[in-house]
């Protein structure tokens, strides 16, 4: 006796394959966007940036420590 039921021989990745890919592109695209977003110069030094930019002068203070 099946765990799921009955097994129908259908196929699933052939017809599903253009929206596979195309969810893909959309969030390659998407990601893209935001990280493009997130590095711009308004954005950039705001305290909810995942990526703050490394301090210029972070070196010189740990060397005079």
Request: no cysteine; hydrophobic share 35%; net charge negative.
């Given at each position: 006796m099946p765990l799921l039921g009955k097994k129908y021989n259908v196929p699933v990745l052939r017809p599903m394959a253009p929206f596979y890919v195309?969810?893909?592109?959309?969030?390659?695209?998407?990601?893209?966007?935001a990280?493009?977003?997130?590095n711009s110069?308004?954005?950039k030094y705001?305290?909810?940036?995942?990526?703050p930019p490394k301090a210029e002068n972070?070196?010189?203070?740990?060397?005079q420590r």
């Open positions: 195309a969810g893909a592109i959309v969030f390659y695209g998407i990601n893209s966007f990280t493009m977003l997130a110069d308004e954005y705001d305290p909810r940036n995942p990526n972070q070196g010189e203070k740990q060397a």
